[in-house]
């Protein structure tokens, strides 16, 4: 039993940290991964560098997609557009 005991504070920090790290980081992925997936074209939405577009053509290739903006059009990673800020952009509208 003693030697359990020493090893029960190790297992409960293990247990805490993947209750309130690791779990809520794999669910944020697993969301923006249905995110990216569900882009269509015409959708409002900003990247995470804060640039603001509109989605015009979608590429499953190499999972990039081309927003159109005031400067003009620009290819990205789908990964590079931001879920958070996208969702703010739909909301306060």
Do not use: W
């Not at 247990?15 to 997936?37: G, N, T």
């Amino acid at each position: 039993m003693g030697d359990i005991g020493q090893f029960l504070p190790l297992l409960l920090i293990f247990v805490v940290a993947y209750f309130f790290m690791i779990r809520p980081q794999m669910k944020r992925q697993k969301d923006e991964k249905k995110f990216s997936e569900a882009l269509k074209k015409g959708d409002k939405v900003i990247t995470k560098s804060g640039m603001h577009g509109k989605v015009v053509d979608l590429n499953d290739k190499d999972f990039s997609c081309i927003l159109e903006t005031m400067a003009g059009r620009i290819k990205f990673d789908r990964s590079a557009i931001s879920m958070e800020l996208s969702k703010k952009l739909h909301t306060t509208k």
